[in-house]
């Protein structure tokens, strides 16, 4: 997708030095919750995180929840704890009828309703009412919008426009004129269309229509320990790094991205920025000064920017990702968000990973993957 949202922000991985600052990095809960004053501090918070990690009893009702339930705060004298319901009720407490603690993970059940409101948002041509969709995840129209945004991080409403504009772009992509393309998205009419297209697609429906027309680019192929390499640029800064097995492919990949843009092969001063690029990816940890034209819709660019925060020699998975950007049901789109991603290495889809840890698809090739990875421990070994 080739929306045009432009950046001038330098591209910059730490190395080992800088580790610590690692924002996804999430501890276990069995860590979180080891002692009695920090399952006390979850059951204050109701922190849902703390849920099937442990559970907490009352002495004085003889009831045992779990630590996000809504009940009145108890006394902290007459509050116990324990690892489970079994141990909870061995002890003489039966289960809170209001948490339900041997119901099934209420964070569970709340993901799989945000599931099919989604679903039924994507699939409806006009965007159903509140009251609709809250009726098919089995919830109030109220506590349905609150759940909705705590699960993806916007409201119902801006999750049906973003919608929208995915269709907008596809229809654009699949050349239909910007009238008719703007009807099969949804919108009611071209001015509001007009009005949201620089959030939902980077720039005007016209504009992304042109395929790149009156921008100049400037490219090179060279060549790297992984092959080859391309590097393009618009005045704004980097636009494209690409890996591929040979030049011919990676130029016709570029033409087809930007049909109607005036593509100039690389004069003597550009080769300088297509060696900076493969001394990036030669010395992993190297600081990569060059400034980046990001194009991409609002959420890949979300993806992106969690993706710059991984330092050097570190992985994350998708579904960490996904948390971090707020959207923690939306592990596929984050995958396909890096799959999209036009720039290798500067914005290094490559340390993200399974949430085994195992390697997964990478639009280069798993064998790059694993190579960059494997580059990038030996460079913050001690």
Same mark, same amino acid.
């Given at each position: 997708?080739?929306?045009?949202? #432009?950046?001038? %922000? !330098?591209? &910059? ?7 610590? $600052?690692? *924002?996804? +990095? @999430? ?66 407490? #039966?289960?809170? %009828? !209001?948490? &339900? ?7 569970? $059940?709340? *993901?799989? +309703? @945000? ?268």
């Amino acid at each position: 997708m080739h929306t045009s949202t #432009r950046s001038t %922000k !330098r591209s &910059q991985v730490s190395g080992a030095a800088s580790a610590h $600052r690692l *924002a996804i +990095s @999430i501890p276990h809960p069995a860590t979180r919750f080891a002692d009695d004053d920090a399952c006390w501090q979850a059951v204050c918070t109701r922190d849902r995180s703390a849920d099937r990690v442990f559970y907490y009893s009352v002495r004085t009702t003889g009831v045992y929840c779990r630590p996000s339930c809504a009940a009145r705060l108890a006394r902290r004298e007459n509050v116990r704890f324990h690892p489970s319901c079994d141990a909870a009720e061995e002890a003489g407490f #039966r289960a809170c %009828k !209001r948490c &339900q603690p041997r119901a099934g993970d209420l964070q569970s $059940r709340h *993901a799989a +309703s @945000i599931a099919k409101a989604c679903a039924l948002i994507e699939s409806a041509e006009d965007m159903p009412s509140l009251e609709a969709i809250a009726a098919v995840a089995g919830l109030s129209r109220y506590h349905f919008h609150r759940v909705f945004k705590q699960h993806m991080g916007v409201t119902p409403k801006a999750y049906a426009s973003r919608t929208r504009g995915l269709r907008l772009a596809q229809e654009i992509h699949n050349g239909a004129t910007i009238t008719e393309a703007i009807y099969a998205a949804g919108f009611n009419s071209t001015a509001r269309c007009y009005a949201q297209s620089s959030g939902l697609l980077g720039m005007r429906p016209s504009a992304f229509k042109a395929h790149g027309r009156g921008t100049v680019i400037r490219f090179a192929v060279g060549l790297c320990s992984l092959g080859s390499v391309l590097v393009a640029a618009t005045k704004d800064g980097v636009c494209a790094i690409q890996f591929g097995d040979d030049a011919e492919t990676l130029v016709r990949e570029l033409q087809d991205r930007f049909k109607a843009a005036e593509l100039i092969g690389a004069d003597a001063s550009f080769e300088e920025w297509v060696a900076t690029v493969i001394g990036f990816i030669e010395r992993p940890g190297s600081t990569m000064d060059l400034p980046l034209d990001i194009r991409g819709t609002a959420f890949q660019q979300r993806v992106w920017q969690a993706l710059t925060k991984i330092p050097c020699g570190q992985t994350a998975s998708y579904t960490e990702i996904a948390t971090v950007i707020g959207q923690p049901s939306a592990v596929r789109a984050v995958a396909l968000a890096c799959a999209a991603n036009p720039l290798a290495v500067a914005i290094p889809c490559h340390r993200v990973v399974r949430t085994d840890r195992a390697l997964a698809g990478y639009r280069w090739g798993i064998e790059r993957k694993r190579a960059l990875l494997n580059r990038e421990l030996e460079a913050v070994s001690p």
